[in-house]
């Protein structure tokens, strides 16, 4: 087991990955069981391990949010469907 917090783990991998850990996406990380694993004693470097997977999360959560502009919102969607006949 290794003699590191979860608290430290965290910076350790924002000081890694040079930037904030969101914390959802941290609160994901510990419910999945990745911090755990990472302070669990089998792996080598716990912080590498844990920051590449963390910037898997970070990865998909950056797509989403260069996605939505290309989304139409609700209102947009309806008047879309909506067909208007002025004959």
């Known amino acids: ?3 590191m917090s979860q608290a430290r783990l965290l ?3 924002e000081k890694r990955l040079n930037r904030k850990i969101p914390a959802a ?3 994901h990380l510990v419910s999945e069981r990745y911090v755990s694993e ?3 004693g089998e792996i080598d470097d716990p912080v ?3 920051a590449r997977n963390a910037q ?14 290309l989304l139409p919102d609700r209102r947009q969607r309806q008047m879309k469907d909506a067909h208007f ?3």
């Open 1 to 3: 087991m290794h003699k």
């Open 11 to 13: 910076r350790e991998v």
């Open 25 to 27: 996406i941290w609160e």
């Open 38 to 40: 990472a302070l669990g």
């Open 48 to 50: 590498d391990w844990l």
């Open 56 to 69: 898997k999360f970070l990865n998909l959560s950056e797509t989403q949010e260069a996605a939505k502009p």
């Open 85 to 87: 006949d002025f004959r």
